[in-house]
């Protein structure tokens, strides 16, 4: 059995805390969420950075106090606090040799939260895509044809394109609140 894992909001914290860690440091430097969030909600539809995010909002809004290297290292150092370490203790079970992970979005800013996480050496292959997550998916499937795969993802929408009936041995979990129990279920005792 294979599993592939992805990575913001499955196995990483990213809106619920990487987001709210963000917020906090902005407003702690004089910027506020009421000006940062429609800033963080435009960003969000291109391919993300921090950096640019921080960037834009200094620019465009002549702020000044701000240090963008500072507040950028001030915002991911706490990156490795923000792992579902539940999660993380399944993934060291079942062993590097059958966990995959997968990430969507820019693909520096992606390796960065990964670093700091400190979770690569826990997959035996790390996958960053800027578009679906559907080529990454299938080949893994097509590779392991022999075995069961089960994808992981908190957003439905990464499944919906998916063909079930070319790789009959996918299966997939959407990680919601009840994501680690239905994990669980499927794993062999």
Same mark, same amino acid.
């Given at each position: 059995?294979?599993? *592939?894992?992805?990575?913001?909001?499955?196995?990483?914290?990213?809106?619920?805390?990487?987001?709210?860690?963000?917020?906090?440091?902005?407003?702690?430097?004089?910027?506020?969420?009421? #000006?940062?969030?429609?800033?963080?909600?435009? @960003?969000?539809?291109?391919?993300?950075?921090? !950096?640019?995010?921080? $960037?834009?909002?200094?620019?465009?809004?002549?702020?000044?106090? *701000?240090?963008?290297?500072?507040?950028?290292?001030?915002?991911?150092?706490?990156?490795?606090?923000?792992?579902?370490?539940?999660?993380? &203790?399944? #993934? !060291?079970?079942?062993?590097? %040799?059958?966990?995959?992970?997968? $990430?969507?979005?820019?693909?520096?800013?992606?390796? %960065? !939260?990964? /670093?700091?996480?400190?979770?690569?050496?826990?997959?035996? !292959? #790390?996958?960053?895509?800027?578009?679906?997550?559907?080529? @990454?998916?299938?080949?893994?499937?097509?590779?392991?044809?022999?075995? &069961?795969?089960?994808?992981?993802?908190?957003? @439905?929408?990464?499944?919906?394109?998916?063909?079930?009936?070319?790789?009959?041995?996918?299966?997939? *979990?959407?990680?919601?609140?009840?994501?680690? /129990?239905?994990?669980?279920? *499927?794993?062999?005792?």
């Amino acid at each position: 059995m294979k599993f *592939i894992f992805d990575f913001d909001d499955v196995l990483f914290y990213n809106t619920k805390q990487l987001k709210e860690h963000m917020y906090i440091c902005l407003e702690k430097v004089g910027v506020s969420r009421n #000006i940062v969030e429609p800033y963080y909600t435009e @960003a969000r539809k291109k391919e993300f950075s921090l !950096k640019n995010l921080i $960037s834009s909002l200094v620019a465009r809004e002549n702020i000044k106090q *701000i240090n963008i290297k500072d507040i950028c290292e001030e915002i991911m150092n706490e990156c490795k606090n923000f792992v579902n370490k539940e999660l993380l &203790e399944v #993934i !060291k079970k079942i062993g590097k %040799e059958n966990c995959f992970l997968i $990430s969507y979005g820019q693909e520096k800013f992606q390796q %960065e !939260k990964i /670093k700091r996480t400190s979770v690569a050496s826990l997959f035996s !292959k #790390i996958i960053i895509v800027q578009e679906s997550k559907k080529e @990454a998916v299938e080949k893994i499937c097509a590779r392991y044809k022999d075995e &069961e795969v089960i994808f992981i993802d908190d957003k @439905a929408h990464h499944f919906k394109d998916l063909d079930f009936k070319k790789y009959p041995n996918l299966k997939t *979990i959407l990680y919601d609140e009840q994501g680690l /129990k239905k994990l669980f279920s *499927i794993l062999p005792q």
